[in-house]
């Protein structure tokens, strides 16, 4: 009996990952498409940008770094999907994280790293929580709804990020907390001290941390939780139906805020490997696109933590591969947004990819999980 | 019951118009107060409330009052439509390349021709959300963010940062109406598409609750199986205010492009999409209450505006920068229960028997 259970989960897995694999197919078709409109060459494009994700020792180490916040962030959003809730604000989450792990880092001369390394680890973390933890606040108890709150206080966290970095202005406003004193008029941070950077697991030329285990990690402990825990049993519940959840006697407000902080704490968490790791520091330009980018990898990894991992290897390498494209073939980086954008529609609208591949309908277990209910709290 | 109050009368056309008319409202009357009394020589009123902190309130208003009414027009009919900032974005990325490639006519011909591009662009956005929505039974809001990500990579990808608008939108001052005090410097003396923001916000409103169109609009937001049983065709008419809603965004883009800045950036829409979408919860999704509603937070933009050249804080200007979000956060937690969605919002509907 115990091969026919492993053939059908053999066949489920591979169902699974029928939907997103096409969905990535007809993306690079379509951009394809876009690169013949504008009078660009696709396959130049393409075999350039494999090349500069797979082409030698160098290329593969930096899809790996892309990787690890695409793993984060991935599962941030993921994550909060399983509790029925749309979190567009792990690029926030991300910059808090960076700001906390940082402020940690520069700081305690002295410590020794196994403490030092870890106490900004969960600095990054701890921020992350904390602004992740605000829109489940406000929409427990105001029922505002967490896409509009998210996505404001990515504003506020990238402009509070800036604040603390600021170098001060001509009307005596004083310099931000963070400001490294001897960068005059630049506005950044000291750099991390060597205590608390995250080592390299492959030094210079290649640069890769130990971050890729600490996503791993998390991703390993996200499925646990989500699968294989009480706690997890009612986030899924809450997702499924939040009504039904509440007559069960889970305690719905709980999760939701708990999820949120969680998902904030994931994002945190790849804003402090990212500043430890690599930056070193942390400048206002930091951040940005990657929590967007989580939404994508959360759908095509189907909101499960291990398809989150593949998903963002995706991610990593279209990312990695992107800057050697626009060098060999002359056709700009921009060009993976619009193939990003396009593997979340298809990916997102399932009916789409079967009806381009004329696939036969399923019956159901096929819609992603529904996050629209309304602008009205739970 | 109760005894009528002055405050009660107040209630009611509060409730009918949101909350958000009355603060306006409020701001206006103190501002005309500042404005022709001695009081205006007070530095710190001033800076909050004169001629030019007003004009830039409007101007900032004007984007968010569109994007506001994009939104209320796709919610009434039941689509949710988060991808009102990559609709803005893409309308003003349209109008720019129309605007540079036809730079060579007459200015007037070229700004019209530019503004027809931007609203069709932005109808074609909207036209492709209720596709999403509606033949392919996408969850609205990730479809709205499919539209948030297309449009910023695509407008990035073909920008071509070489190229240069020649020209925008001035000023008419409408003979008469112009010459009031306060009101007429700060209200009728515009460049056009500010104009057309103010009338849609009356035509929305009069077609929303005085027609046939907008009866059946509602019906189909409320309870699309009352209105399919009537003979209404529910995804039709989700189709049409998808896409006029797309439209209304895309015109909010070029008032960015062709009225305000006069080129594009990339990103320069910056959130208002969203808070466009606050300022319509905020206005409980009636154009009056939007209107009210994107003045308070065009208002919070101006004031980070007006703080900053004034130079009269000390207070770093990124948390003068934070006043437009946090009051659309504060806003939106305050309000929401008091306000109420339409009741089918972000359901597919499909007739019996379709499957």
Same mark, same amino acid.
């Given at each position: ?37 504008? =009078? ?27 990787? #690890? ?7 941030? #959003? ?31 001369? =002295? ?16 921020? %992350? ?17 967490? #896409?509009?709150?998210? +996505? ?12 603390? #970095?600021?170098?001060? =202005? ?68 809450? =997702? ?66 291990? %398809? ?26 921009? +060009? ?43 | ?5 002055? !405050? ?29 009394? @001695? ?14 902190? &007003? ?7 004007? @984007? ?44 007037? !011909? ?70 009031? @005090? ?25 077609? &929303? ?83 009210? !509603? ?28 934070? &006043? ?17 969605? @339409? ?13």
């Amino acid at each position: 009996m115990a091969t026919a259970s492993t053939t059908t989960g053999f066949i489920r897995l591979l169902r699974a990952l029928l939907i997103p694999f096409l969905a990535l197919l007809a993306a690079l078709l379509a951009g394809a498409v876009v690169m013949l409109l504008s =009078g660009d060459d696709p396959l130049a494009a393409y075999s350039g940008l494999f090349q500069g994700a797979f082409g030698d020792g160098k290329s593969w180490a930096r899809t790996i770094r892309k990787t #690890v916040p695409f793993v984060l962030t991935g599962l941030s #959003v993921a994550l909060a999907f399983k509790v029925g809730l749309f979190n567009i604000g792990a690029s926030g989450q991300f910059v808090i994280g960076s700001v906390f792990a940082v402020a940690v880092g520069i700081n305690f001369d =002295g410590l020794p790293a196994f403490i030092h390394l870890p106490l900004a680890l969960v600095a990054g973390i701890a921020g %992350g929580l904390l602004w992740g933890a605000i829109p489940g606040v406000l929409k427990v108890y105001t029922g505002a709804h967490e #896409v509009i709150v998210t +996505i404001m206080l990515n504003y506020v966290a990238s402009l509070l990020g800036g604040w603390t #970095v600021y170098a001060g =202005g001509t009307q005596g406003q004083t310099p931000g907390p963070l400001w490294d004193r001897t960068a005059g008029a630049i506005s950044e941070t000291p750099d991390v001290l060597s205590s608390a950077q995250l080592p390299w697991l492959f030094g210079p030329p290649y640069r890769v941390h130990y971050g890729i285990f600490l996503a791993l990690a998390a991703a390993v402990l996200i499925w646990w939780l989500i699968f294989k825990t009480p706690l997890g049993f009612e986030m899924r519940t809450v =997702g499924h139906n939040m009504r039904a959840a509440r007559y069960a006697g889970i305690r719905v407000n709980y999760t939701i805020i708990l999820a949120m902080a969680l998902a904030g704490g994931l994002a945190g968490l790849a804003g402090a490997i990212e500043t430890l790791g690599l930056n070193h520091k942390f400048a206002p330009e930091f951040g940005g696109a990657v929590g967007f980018d989580g939404i994508t990898v959360a759908l095509l990894g189907q909101t499960h933590p291990f %398809g989150v991992l593949l998903a963002a290897f995706m991610f990593g390498a279209l990312d990695g591969g992107a800057a050697a494209m626009q060098f060999e073939s002359g056709v700009p980086a921009d +060009i993976i947004q619009i193939i990003q954008a396009l593997v979340l529609a298809f990916v997102a609208a399932p009916l789409i990819i079967r009806m381009i591949f004329r696939l036969r309908r399923q019956t159901h277990g096929d819609a992603g999980s529904a996050v629209s209910t309304s602008w009205s709290g739970p | 019951m109760n005894q009528p109050t002055p !405050a009660s009368a107040f209630r009611r056309l509060g409730g009918r118009y949101g909350n958000a008319m009355f603060i306006a409202l409020a701001l206006i009357a103190i501002a005309i107060l500042v404005n022709v009394t @001695p009081l205006k020589e007070q530095t710190w009123l001033r800076v909050l409330f004169g001629i030019s902190a &007003l004009n830039f309130t409007l101007r900032a208003t004007v @984007p968010l009052v569109l994007g506001a009414l994009s939104g209320i027009l796709c919610e009434r009919s039941g689509i949710i439509n988060i991808g009102i900032e990559g609709m803005m974005l893409a309308g003003a990325f349209g109008g720019f390349v129309a605007k540079t490639s036809t730079n060579h006519w007459p200015l007037a !011909a070229s700004l019209i021709f530019s503004v027809a591009v931007a609203v069709a662009i932005g109808g074609l956005m909207g036209a492709v959300h209720a596709l999403f929505s509606i033949r392919f039974r996408m969850d609205q809001i990730i479809s709205g963010t499919v539209i948030i990500i297309f449009a910023l990579g695509t407008t990035s990808y073909l920008y071509n940062r070489d190229a240069i608008a020649e020209g925008k939108f001035s000023s008419i001052a409408l003979p008469g109406l112009s010459r009031i @005090p306060v009101v007429g410097p700060v209200l009728f003396d515009n460049p056009p598409i500010t104009y057309l923001a103010l009338i849609m916000v009356v035509v929305v409103h009069v077609a &929303l609750f005085y027609t046939r169109w907008g009866l059946r609009t509602r019906a189909v937001g409320e309870h699309p199986r009352a209105a399919d049983t009537v003979g209404i065709n529910v995804n039709r008419y989700r189709y049409v205010n998808t896409s006029l809603g797309g439209m209304l965004a895309g015109l909010a883009g070029a008032f960015l492009v062709l009225e305000a800045v006069g080129q594009f950036q990339e990103g320069m829409t910056a959130g208002r999409g969203f808070i466009s979408l606050a300022a319509m919860i905020f206005g409980n999704w009636n154009p009056f209450g939007a209107l009210g !509603a994107a003045t308070l937070f065009g208002f919070t933009q101006a004031l980070q505006n007006e703080l900053l050249l004034a130079g009269v804080t000390r207070v770093p200007r990124q948390f003068i920068s934070m &006043l437009p979000y946090v009051v659309t956060i504060i806003a939106v937690s305050g309000l929401v229960g008091r306000v109420r969605p @339409p009741a089918a919002e972000g359901k597919v509907y499909e007739t019996e028997g379709s499957q």
